[in-house]
């Protein structure tokens, strides 16, 4: 078993006021004065977890975790059906990572990720390349409507009977776009969630480390709210573009990139993973035949050797936090 970091809690926490009506939950732990480095969660709508800030040497990183818009801490929560999805898009959490970027009075920061909070990681680093120290990120994913559809669909082909509950739970052919109306549905919602997820689940099932069995029970607030923004941001195919992720990867020449991945990974496959590396100048990538989308021994140790790796490239001075600056 891999050592981690050890526990850490943070130093200081808030919500940001980010408009819209929304306020985004954010933490930051480690060394104030440390080199900064922000997280970005899966999902979409997983929300941060304590264990995410112990790949990082809290005396050498300033680390800075947050809940994206709608789970979480942040506020208002997916889970209630009367929270509106209209000022829910990536371009929507893109501006969030910049003002929380400001509001911590950051000038560059690493960027981190993986699964969803890789696509995330990737339009936003495409986007603002001059406030990108290093990108690491893993279980690749750019949220291509080809890769939404291979993960609801054509991973089907290795589990037909699960496939064919998943889609009579949708009534209909295109499935994330009934399970994302389903989940907007007050009566229909705990049985959409459960059948979500089981499904995912289930393509995960053959890879090392899966959980035995599939979720029973009625899901809580968090489960909710996953599944209601992953169908929300899937049936948008992100508001990405196709392919522009790795398309627009040149972007990111200059920037030191490590992208980590199993083989194993039948929800996310390789492909994706070596296509970003082929378009994205100076990427290294690094795949796991023995692991697949859940974390491994070999990933852990790939991820902490990069950011340790990277920790030793002078901090960016960081301004004042805006909330405490003086004219």
């Given at each position: 078993m891999i050592e981690l970091h050890p526990p850490i809690e943070p130093y200081d926490h808030g919500l940001l006021d980010v408009g819209d009506g929304h306020h985004v939950y954010w933490e930051t732990c480690g060394n104030p004065d440390g080199k900064p480095a922000v997280v970005l969660h899966g999902g979409p709508g997983q929300g941060c977890t304590p264990g995410m800030r112990r790949m990082f040497d809290p005396a050498r990183y300033r680390v800075v975790l947050l809940d994206q818009r709608g789970c979480g801490r942040s506020r208002p929560h997916a889970a209630d059906p009367a929270t509106s999805l209209r000022h829910n898009t990536t371009g929507h959490l893109v501006a969030d990572l910049e003002r929380l970027r400001e509001h911590l009075g950051i000038d560059r920061w690493l960027v981190t990720g993986g699964s969803w909070g890789t696509t995330l990681a990737l339009v936003y680093a495409e986007r603002f390349p001059h406030r990108v120290t290093e990108i690491v990120?893993?279980?690749?994913?750019?949220?291509?409507?080809?890769?939404?559809?291979?993960?609801?669909?054509?991973?089907?082909?290795?589990?037909?009977?699960?496939?064919?509950?998943?889609?009579?739970?949708a009534g209909e052919d295109d499935v994330v776009g009934a399970y994302a109306r389903l989940m907007a549905d007050p009566d229909r919602r705990n049985s959409a969630a459960v059948a979500w997820m089981n499904w995912e689940e289930t393509v995960l099932s053959l890879e090392p480390g899966a959980p035995a069995g599939l979720h029973s029970g009625p899901p809580d607030d968090a489960l909710l709210a996953f599944v209601r923004l992953t169908t929300h941001y899937y049936a948008h195919a992100g508001w990405l573009e196709e392919g522009a992720v790795i398309r627009d990867a040149g972007r990111l020449a200059g920037i030191p990139g490590v992208l980590i991945h199993g083989r194993l990974d039948l929800s996310c496959p390789v492909t994706t993973a070596w296509e970003l590396a082929e378009a994205w100048p100076g990427a290294e990538l690094l795949v796991d035949d023995r692991s697949g989308h859940h974390a491994s021994d070999v990933k852990r140790a790939w991820k902490l050797a990069a950011l340790d790796r990277f920790a030793r490239q002078p901090a960016p001075t960081s301004r004042p936090p805006a909330a405490r600056r003086r004219r």
């Open positions: 990120v893993s279980a690749i994913s750019t949220t291509r409507r080809s890769e939404v559809d291979w993960l609801y669909r054509g991973a089907g082909r290795f589990f037909p009977e699960a496939w064919q509950r998943f889609r009579d739970g």
